[in-house]
């Protein structure tokens, strides 16, 4: 049988595809194997983490929320009844967002079965060959497991099996920092767990902007989780009911013990089983396949988005515009791509990090010059009133025209402030149009405004409205 489009993958990537590929009235087939319709984001990233570390800001609240003549008592936790909760939250949008939106592509045929190339336009499932005009790959990764010394005889989880453990880990190391690990270890340690990171980078965010990544690192400190970066994780092993891990700090060697071991050390595209090969379409060292700016690979018929891909932003909606970039060019022969600047990241952590455009370190290396101002928020009045002033602002633009570069921010709704910056990035936007508008006050988002004001004039001598 013969299509317009295959979908391999029933993932955000794969869904956007399948939704493009059915305005344009194309036949398609979506295959789909491993995880349930709807991939990582709805069934073990971001819907289960976001409703289990909202349960852990509740509880941090009740006991933190800093306002005078408030005493809170939280007389229960049940951290099975939490997790049970968040599960039946993901059969929930798994079958709202994805099976029956499914269920509504009338030119779109679901399959549950494993592909695999045997050709440059052919692909088998269950002994079936089956031909299409274009294909795209969308089938994701799953969480690496490091190279470590006797990892897999000790025994360690994934998010995965974090998001349905039966009971509350007294002590829990997590491999790894990034978005995952910082988002499960406060997540974790709010719940009760005595947390430990370990980080092999020297920062717990590289590729975020330096200054706002280590006050979030040490916020984190503060509420008592131990991070240890620049650590060398050598070996792993059982000593009676604990898990031992061994690791090196500038070549000195440490021991911690838990309960439990997270791997949080980065994702391995999905690629192994699908013969790429066969279809002449090239991997780099991780496997990832190689595409173009248009989401091509290096077969004209293939294109691929998301994990499985080498590009540079890994995001569930940056998958699902790929999903729709790559439908529209597969089929109507566009050339539409993404701008990656201005791709905003998230991480859910309490206050949250959010950032979109250059750093200043991202700056200098392009332009050899930086123009950056960064803000506390004790300056601005909504988070003086919240009694959530712990956060910061940071802008980098253009030194001679004034464009904004980039924003990133720490602060609680950080992840809503910096879809305002994404637009201002965008549309090549400058601190004068931001000066001139006028944001409501008192809201969090009027930290954009003070920040941009701050280039231009000293922020103490300004009254609460300006």
Do not use: W
């Not at 071991?261 to 192994?272: Q, S, V, W, Y």
């Amino acid at each position: 049988m013969e299509y317009d489009l295959i979908i391999i993958g029933g993932g955000a990537g794969g869904f956007a595809a399948a939704i493009r590929a059915n305005e344009l009235k194309a036949k398609t087939l979506m295959i789909n194997d491993g995880l349930p319709l709807g991939g990582t984001c709805v069934n073990i990233g971001c819907v289960p983490s976001k409703a289990l570390l909202y349960a852990g800001e509740m509880l941090h609240l009740a006991r933190h929320h800093g306002i005078p003549g408030i005493e809170l008592e939280v007389k229960s936790f049940n951290f099975q009844k939490v997790i049970e909760h968040e599960l039946d939250l993901v059969q929930m949008m798994q079958k709202e967002k994805y099976e029956k939106v499914l269920k509504r592509l009338e030119q779109v045929t679901f399959i549950q079965g494993r592909a695999s190339f045997v050709s440059k336009d052919e692909v088998n499932v269950d002994k079936k060959t089956l031909r299409a005009k274009k294909i795209i790959i969308a089938t994701g990764s799953t969480a690496s497991v490091p190279p470590i010394d006797g990892i897999k005889e000790t025994g360690f989880i994934t998010h995965t099996e974090a998001l349905k453990l039966k009971a509350l880990p007294r002590e829990l190391i997590v491999i790894g920092a990034g978005p995952l690990g910082l988002e499960f270890a406060q997540m974790y340690a709010r719940f009760g767990s005595k947390v430990t990171i370990l980080e092999f980078q020297p920062s717990i965010f590289q590729q975020g902007e330096e200054e706002v990544v280590n006050r979030l690192e040490e916020l984190l400190t503060k509420e008592g989780i131990t991070i240890k970066t620049r650590t060398a994780v050598k070996k792993a092993y059982k000593k009676g009911t604990k898990k031992v891990l061994t690791y090196l700090i500038d070549g000195k060697e440490y021991e911690v013990s838990g309960d439990e071991i997270l791997l949080a050390a980065g994702k391995t595209p999905n690629t192994k089983d699908l013969d790429l090969d066969k279809a002449g379409i090239e991997t780099d060292k991780r496997h990832a396949v190689m595409v173009n700016e248009y989401l091509k690979t290096s077969n004209d018929n293939v294109f691929a988005v998301g994990d499985v891909t080498d590009r540079p932003s890994r995001l569930e909606t940056t998958a699902g515009r790929e999903g729709s970039i790559a439908a529209e060019n597969a089929l109507n022969g566009s050339n539409e791509r993404i701008d990656y600047d201005t791709v905003p990241y998230t991480i859910f952590t309490d206050p949250q990090l959010a950032g979109v455009g250059l750093t200043e370190q991202e700056q200098m290396n392009r332009m050899h010059v930086c123009a950056c101002r960064s803000i506390d928020f004790k300056d601005i009045p909504k988070a003086i009133i919240l009694n959530r002033t712990e956060g910061l602002i940071k802008m980098t633009v253009h030194p001679k025209t004034g464009q904004i570069l980039g924003l990133h921010i720490l602060s609680s709704n950080a992840g809503e402030l910096i879809a305002q910056a994404m637009l201002l990035i965008k549309n090549k936007n400058t601190i004068s149009d931001v000066i001139d508008s006028t944001p409501i006050f008192p809201t969090l988002s009027e930290a954009i405004k003070t920040c941009a004001l701050s280039f231009v004039k000293d922020i103490s001598g300004l009254s609460c409205c300006v």
